[in-house]
């Protein structure tokens, strides 16, 4: 959840009785009284901590995500059958001419300033095996880069790239890079990111921001506790990132940097083309809102999301969510008819971006996942609130989807992806995905 303070900070660690008048009245408003049930029995200490966190949180914001998505989260709220999505540009089907414009209309736009590249960088090494963020994960190529630094040099190779092309200076072409942290990696990363001078990078085009948060509720929305004194609360997806945009103030940073249009990817993508001239031509000459690069399946069960239509919408549907005679259901021609995956690699322009940050905000239904919760009373159940970043597709007046370029190492699977979700007993992290980077970096 952005961080919105409800009252001025209080001083020297007191709690005064107005102060906390004022916020149990708040608390009680907004049903959530249950908060302050051991306030009695907290120190001066605990009551000051308590009381910070609950500045941070907009209770009401949170009344609202509850009534919408309670009474159908965004994963059920649209019960029609989805049909297949058709209209994407294959690579294979475009001529070395066509591809080449859009290149070159790609570097045009990154050489005039109009584009920046946005990264997820929320994600741990955990199921990796690594103690630290994703994106200062080693994959263990010769040289012993980390994805950061892989994702920041190349980067830097498509402003040489751009400022070659227009005929431009070098230190003219500035592409800025957005990274979305979160709680659990925001420390890491920004010191990594001193540590190593920003990869060659001006520190003024890199702009961190955090990931948004959200309270873990009950079913019927009551605020989970962590501990006494403190509230449990998660990450809200990456679909958080819109109000993140939004709340700390990158939008209104790009829109005062000129910027129009962000390629956006996931840190643990190690094959990524960040900014991809080709695709993001592709997507500024069309006008498009809103853009993926997208997939062939690999085989008709792979869990993955797809690209469906309901309705007049385009969205992603998700594997556990498609019927499997939906997921393996073929064409007269042999293919899959439900085949295009969604693998996190987008095209926004900033007009959408704002549209959809707007948007959300006053009707945005998001995802329940219900797990276990820690609380003050032991692991309970409980809801962790999630948007999904796909969850914007169906705003979008103009999509377009590119199919990435293909590679054969396990059977037609892309060149510009390969992420590492984690690691196998063992066996440890290098397989499949782990392998075809190593073999393709």
């Known amino acids: 959840m952005v961080k919105r303070k409800l009252e001025e900070p209080l001083d020297e660690g007191k709690v005064d009785t107005a102060a906390y008048g004022a916020l149990k009245s708040k608390l009680e408003r907004c049903n959530q009284g249950h908060i302050l049930d051991a306030w009695p029995s907290l120190t001066v200490a605990e009551k000051k901590t308590l009381t910070e966190q609950l500045q941070e949180i907009d209770l009401e914001r949170l009344q609202g995500i509850c009534a919408r998505s309670f009474g159908g989260s965004a994963s059920s709220a649209n019960e029609e059958v989805p049909e297949p999505y058709t209209d994407i540009c294959k690579i294979p089907d475009v001529t070395e001419e066509q591809r080449m414009h859009w290149k070159n209309v790609g570097l045009k736009v990154a ?3 109009k584009l920046a590249v946005i990264l997820l960088a929320g994600g741990q090494g955990t199921r990796l095996g690594y103690d630290g963020p994703k994106g200062c994960f080693d994959i263990q190529l010769p ?6 630094q ?3 040099e190349r980067l830097l190779a498509l402003q040489r790239m751009a400022a070659k092309a227009t005929g431009k200076a070098e230190s003219d072409v500035v592409i800025p890079w957005y990274i979305m942290y979160s709680k659990f990696t925001d420390v890491k990363t ?3 990111f001193k540590e190593m001078n920003y990869f060659g990078l001006r520190e003024d085009q890199v702009r961190f921001f955090a990931q948004g948060v959200l309270p873990c509720v009950t079913k019927e929305g009551g605020v989970i506790m962590e501990t006494a004194c403190s ?3 998660s990450p809200d997806g990456n679909g958080g990132l819109y109000s993140a945009l939004q709340y700390t103030g990158c939008l209104a940073d790009m829109e005062a940097r000129g910027v129009e249009c962000v390629d956006c990817y996931c840190v643990d993508n190690a094959l990524v083309r960040p900014g991809d001239p080709l695709f993001v031509g592709h997507c500024y000459e069309r006008e498009t809102e809103c853009g993926a690069r997208v997939v062939s399946k690999a085989y ?3 869990r993955v999301g797809v690209f469906a239509v309901r309705g007049d919408a385009v969205e992603v549907v998700e594997y556990s969510e498609l019927d499997p005679k939906l997921a393996t259901a073929r064409g007269s021609g042999g ?4 085949n295009w995956s969604n693998v996190c690699m987008h095209y926004f322009s900033v007009p959408f971006l704002k549209r959809v940050a707007a948007a959300f905000e006053l009707s945005g239904q998001y995802h329940l996942a219900n797990k276990k919760i820690p609380s003050v009373d032991g692991k309970v159940d409980g809801i962790k609130l999630e948007m999904f970043i796909f969850d914007s597709f169906k705003l979008a007046k103009k999509i377009s989807l590119l199919e990435v370029l293909l590679c054969a190492p396990r059977g037609p699977r892309l060149l510009e992806h390969a992420s590492f979700p984690h690691a196998l007993p063992g066996v440890g992290w290098l397989a499949d995905s782990g392998r075809t980077a190593q073999l393709n970096s």
């Open 111 to 113: 050489s005039e300033g």
């Open 190 to 192: 920004l010191a990594y």
């Open 150 to 152: 892989i994702q920041a």
């Open 335 to 338: 293919e899959l008819l439900f």
């Open 143 to 148: 040289s012993h880069k980390v994805l950061y």
């Open 300 to 302: 008709p069960e792979e």
């Open 231 to 233: 509230v449990a609360q």
